[in-house]
């Protein structure tokens, strides 16, 4: 028996409801916001994430989905969806026009991480890519964008933000970290000791424990930040106090890829366990610019689906369409084109072979129809259908022109 590969799963009904349901609700969500759909390839060249997500990132470092393509290309199945629509902006030349463009996109991402409850190889994600605008009132905006998303879904969530700072106080801020870290270094873990030289700000959300008992007196990010992203920073949160939306400071929110400068948010929630994180981003000002296209602001956010399907409640489902059925075989040739006439505005089920009436009310119920409607042999001698409304219970015969 072939399987599917590790950490990769099939989604069909009745997940697939839920998850059809998260990607329609987002994406009316953020078509509201003024975002348009952008499809971009899932095979990218590896340069792309390499100078994106960062050589130093785990994910350009460990996961990768990598290869040698046909053609002798090297080629990578995307870890993410940000850098592809980066790539696409540029390719596009809309850097070059000025203004303003925001895409929403959804899809499989492909990352080699060890599986476990709500780590993925391969995942989906819904997510947004506003370019153009260097307004700290796009941070709120799409901050407030996730909130309605998650709300409307009726999910909980505890959002988390920090500022990553930018070129100009970056640096500053890398050397007195690096400085402390060098400190500290022997207690350090040996990916931390790596990091350290690597890209230290990494080291900040180290998952091992005593790690971050030796981090309790490094350098915070925000209290070593430039004024005019020290006045950002400070101006998103009294937005976000001021519209009542609920935030926690979180200096060792530093991300997982090396693309981002001063806001980082995250959506964590109680409830998925240990891989907690259900949406992620932040502003990326300098990743046009890094991948050749003209300086361009721009800032963004992923969720990830399969975790959310994992909160999300349906509504529970009603009763709906139209289940038809024959019990003589020269009615079907009726029922096939009453079929095609309801599809215009209904669900409907079409059963084939000739039945008893009993078998067809049987079958209607499991398929969840609302109403169930049979030609036997008085209805096809006087043009009528019969119909029962599986909800309310009652029955009747009407002519099949009414119907
Ligand atoms: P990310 O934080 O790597 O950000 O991923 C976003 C979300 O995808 C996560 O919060 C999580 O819900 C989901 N996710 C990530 N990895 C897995 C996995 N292995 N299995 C299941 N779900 C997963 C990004 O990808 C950025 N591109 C977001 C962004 C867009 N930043 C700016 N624009």
Redesign the pocket.
Known sequence: MIQALR?MKDIFSPESERFVYIIDTASKIARRYGYRYIETPLLEETALFKRS?GESSD?VGKEMYQFIDKGGHDVCLR?????G?VRAFIQNKMDRKGGVHRFYYHGP?F?Y?R?QK????E???F???SFGLESVYEDFTIILMIKDIFDTLGIDYTIKINSLGCPECMPDYKESLITHLNDIRDGLCEDCQRRTETNPIRVLDCKVQECQAMLQNSPVIVENLCKACDSDFKRLQSLLTSHSIKYELDSKLV???D??TKTAF??VSGEVGA?N????????DRLVEFLGGKPTP???????????MELVKLPESEREGIYLGVMEEEAIDKILKIAHRKRATERVYVEYSKRSLKAHLKAADRVGARFCAVIGEDELKNSQIWLKDLQTKEERRVGIEEF
Request: charged residues 20%.
């Open positions: 950490g997500v994910i870890p993410e969806g940000t850098a629509a991402m990352r991480e599986p709500g780590r993925l190889r995942f989906h994600q997510g947004c890519e991300r997982g890829l693309y981002y995250e959506f891989q994180a259900i949406a992620g981003g932040g502003r990326y721009a800032i963004g956010f992923a969720l990830g689906i399969e975790r959310i």
